[in-house]
C-alpha cells in the first residue's frame, strides 16, 4: 500500500476496510501468506491462521495487528480455544 500527496484529502473508511486494511499490511510483512479465507488467532505473541497446528509468526508486533484487524472485524480479539 503506497500513499503520497501534499494536501490535506479527508477519506471515510469503516471499521470493517480498516480491519482490511491492517490484514492487508501484515500479510505484506509475512510476504504475502495465502490464510485459504480462514480467521487468524492469537495466543500471546504467537499468530496462527484457523487452529494451532498454522503458527505463522511470534512477533509480538504482528499479534498486535492481527487483535487490532480482529476487534475492528468481529467486536473481540480471536484467542486460540
Given at each position: 500500500?503506497?500513499?503520497?500527496?501534499?494536501?490535506?484529502?479527508?477519506?471515510e473508511i469503516d471499521k470493517n476496510q480498516l480491519a482490511y486494511a491492517i490484514m492487508f499490511v501484515v500479510e505484506e510483512k509475512l510476504r504475502g501468506i495465502d490464510d485459504a479465507g480462514?480467521?487468524?488467532?492469537?495466543?500471546?505473541?504467537?499468530?496462527y491462521?484457523?487452529?494451532s497446528h498454522w503458527l505463522v509468526s511470534e512477533n509480538s508486533?504482528?499479534?498486535?495487528?492481527?487483535n487490532a484487524a480482529n476487534i475492528l472485524k468481529y467486536g473481540a480479539k480471536l484467542n486460540l480455544p
Open positions: 500500500m503506497k500513499i503520497k500527496g501534499t494536501q490535506e484529502v479527508e477519506i480462514c480467521d487468524w488467532m492469537t495466543e500471546g505473541n504467537r499468530t491462521i484457523s487452529d508486533e504482528i499479534a498486535i495487528l492481527v
